[in-house]
């Protein structure tokens, strides 16, 4: 297990901060709260490509630039008892997101099932934190978002797709929901961002470069993204199919149809948040969002103890030399969260560079443990 060399942040500062950073440029206090709950989520489970991490380059630059609306106008353009679709005008997509979900939860508990979708919205944070709050009602959550393109389809080497999540959460007898929170890709354009930020490399293999040049120079390959001269490979790996990576191409497509398609909603090239001029535009995402009740079905408490019972065997299962331990999905983030949840939040020396500028941008009073 790597050693933590990073200052820890406490939870309860970190998010006080976050809140007031957010009001301070806009954003309501309410909903404030909203989209710090969530991106402190990517931390508590040691997503950190998602959270403190994309505080300012994808929420408060974006604000500042105008492609992101602090003040969220959530219209519902349509619904019926068990579905809905709502138009975020390009406000914060967390908010947009929490307000669908809570809807969706109220009308699965009446009638076991609803679905929702939401067009020109903007990032949402991790897809598995609308997923678990299924969860936590002892219901499952299924949950997808398109993103700015990314991945190329199998046999080409251009950017059409984004990172595509698709994220289940089912509730268990267990400490912790099974949840599968991943990207359609390799690796996220989010983790790219990550490693530049630490001075890392990416690892060999994740990028699709238009030469056929290998890529591992982060902060290389992030521009060529923006530029469409290199692509994330995906779930298998690319460009060819000789490792299957058309089933990351499938489940990406699948993605993108349902995000785009069911809020009649934009996709692909049109989300990249760059206009034809090079100017910087809306981003127009699409999120779709399906709740099941268990209770419709064999009822909440055997749903839970089969799922549980799943997991259990799985991880008894035989292992392979020189390995310890199987996860079941959702286990390691679980054990992050009693790892950090005394300590705080580790924050590495971009991003501390990043909230101090935050900090001395609005006047807040804040001062840091790492300062």
Same mark, same amino acid.
């Given at each position: 297990?790597?050693?933590?060399?990073?200052?820890?942040?406490? #939870?309860?500062?970190?998010?006080? /901060?976050? !809140?007031?950073?957010?009001?301070?440029?806009?954003? @309501?206090?309410?909903?404030?709260?909203?989209?710090?709950?969530?991106?402190?989520?990517?931390?508590?489970?040691?997503? &950190?490509?998602?959270?403190?991490?994309?505080?300012?380059?994808?929420?408060?630059?974006?604000?500042?630039?105008?492609?992101?609306?602090?003040?969220?106008?959530?219209?519902?353009?349509?619904?019926?008892?068990?579905?809905?679709?709502?138009?975020?005008?390009?406000?914060?997509?967390?908010?947009?997101?929490?307000?669908?979900?809570?809807?969706?939860?109220?009308?699965?508990?009446?009638?076991?099932?609803?679905?929702?979708?939401?067009?020109?919205?903007?990032?949402?944070?991790?897809?598995?934190? #609308?997923?678990?709050?299924?969860?936590?009602?002892?219901?499952?959550?299924?949950?997808?978002?398109?993103?700015?393109?990314?991945?190329?389809?199998?046999?080409?080497?251009?950017?059409?797709?984004?990172?595509?999540?698709?994220?289940?959460?089912?509730?268990?007898?267990?400490?912790?929901?099974?949840?599968?929170?991943?990207?359609?890709?390799?690796?996220?354009?989010?983790?790219?961002?990550?490693?530049?930020? &630490?001075?890392?490399?990416?690892?060999?293999?994740?990028? !699709?470069?238009?030469?056929?040049?290998?890529?591992?120079?982060?902060?290389?390959?992030?521009?060529?993204?923006?530029?469409?001269?290199?692509?994330?490979?995906?779930? %298998?790996?690319?460009?060819?199919?000789?490792?299957?990576?058309?089933?990351?191409?499938?489940?990406?497509?699948?993605?993108?149809?349902?995000?785009?398609?069911?809020?009649?909603?934009? /996709?692909?090239?049109?989300?990249?948040?760059?206009?034809?001029?090079?100017? @910087?535009?809306?981003?127009?995402?699409?999120?779709?969002?399906?709740?099941?009740?268990?209770?419709?079905?064999?009822?909440?408490?055997?749903?839970?103890?089969?799922?549980?019972?799943?997991?259990?065997?799985?991880?008894?299962?035989?292992?392979?030399?020189?390995?310890?331990?199987?996860?079941?999905? %959702?286990?390691?983030? #679980?054990? !992050? #969260?009693?790892?950090?949840?005394?300590?705080?939040?580790?924050?590495?020396?971009?991003?501390?560079?990043?909230?101090? &500028? !935050?900090?001395?941008?609005?006047?807040?009073?804040?001062?840091?443990?790492?300062?």
């Amino acid at each position: 297990m790597q050693i933590e060399t990073r200052p820890y942040v406490s #939870w309860e500062l970190m998010n006080d /901060f976050l !809140v007031d950073a957010f009001v301070g440029y806009g954003v @309501p206090r309410e909903d404030a709260i909203i989209c710090a709950d969530v991106l402190l989520e990517s931390d508590r489970r040691g997503i &950190e490509s998602h959270g403190c991490n994309r505080f300012k380059p994808i929420y408060i630059d974006r604000i500042k630039k105008g492609t992101l609306l602090p003040i969220t106008e959530l219209e519902i353009v349509r619904e019926t008892p068990t579905t809905l679709v709502a138009d975020a005008h390009d406000g914060m997509g967390m908010v947009a997101s929490h307000h669908v979900m809570e809807r969706l939860l109220d009308m699965a508990r009446s009638y076991g099932m609803a679905g929702g979708a939401i067009r020109n919205s903007t990032h949402f944070g991790i897809a598995g934190y #609308w997923a678990t709050m299924a969860s936590k009602e002892g219901m499952i959550g299924l949950v997808g978002t398109n993103a700015r393109p990314s991945i190329a389809p199998t046999f080409g080497v251009e950017n059409m797709l984004g990172t595509n999540p698709l994220t289940f959460a089912l509730p268990t007898d267990e400490e912790f929901p099974f949840c599968i929170d991943c990207a359609t890709s390799i690796v996220q354009r989010g983790k790219i961002e990550y490693y530049a930020r &630490e001075g890392m490399p990416t690892p060999a293999g994740m990028v !699709v470069a238009e030469s056929g040049d290998e890529l591992c120079d982060s902060e290389q390959i992030l521009a060529m993204l923006v530029d469409g001269t290199a692509a994330l490979a995906p779930l %298998g790996g690319g460009p060819g199919d000789e490792t299957c990576g058309y089933k990351g191409y499938g489940y990406a497509t699948v993605v993108e149809i349902l995000s785009a398609a069911l809020a009649g909603g934009k /996709f692909m090239k049109s989300l990249t948040g760059i206009a034809n001029d090079g100017s @910087p535009r809306m981003y127009g995402l699409g999120h779709f969002f399906f709740v099941v009740d268990p209770e419709a079905f064999v009822g909440r408490d055997e749903f839970r103890r089969i799922a549980g019972d799943i997991c259990r065997e799985l991880r008894a299962s035989k292992r392979a030399p020189g390995y310890d331990r199987i996860y079941t999905a %959702g286990e390691k983030e #679980w054990l !992050v #969260w009693q790892e950090r949840k005394d300590k705080g939040v580790p924050v590495g020396e971009a991003v501390q560079h990043e909230l101090m &500028e !935050v900090r001395d941008e609005l006047g807040l009073s804040y001062r840091f443990p790492f300062e």
